[in-house]
């Protein structure tokens, strides 16, 4: 079972709106909070996904998957183009 945070809801929010107004690092905000910069990290990219999640009005799965399913599509059109090119060259063999 995970630990209970030692920061609560409202610090998280307000060290996430410090980073992105600021538009400072993540490392020289915790450094000024006195947190952990890896903990900061993590909640300014939560805070993005629940945002993305938001506007996309997709799921984490679903935007994963989406991914996912983009890089099979880019793959199996890049193989395909192989074997057109090969079914080419032996279709010019094949007549000489």
Not at 14 to 38: I, P, Y
Not at 62 to 69: D, H, K, N, T
Request: glycine share 4%; hydrophobic share 40%; net charge positive.
């Amino acid at each position: 079972m995970a630990r209970p945070s030692k920061y609560g809801e409202e610090f998280k929010k307000d060290a996430v709106r410090l980073v992105r107004q600021s538009h400072r690092t993540c490392a020289d905000v915790a450094r000024e909070l006195g947190m952990n910069r890896e903990t900061l990290r993590v909640w300014v990219r939560e805070a993005e996904n629940a945002e993305a999640d938001a506007t996309t009005g997709l799921a984490r799965s679903e935007r994963e998957e989406l991914m996912r399913l983009r890089r099979r599509v880019a793959e199996l059109e890049t193989e395909k183009e192989i074997l057109r090119k090969a079914a080419a060259y032996f279709a010019k063999e094949m007549d000489r």
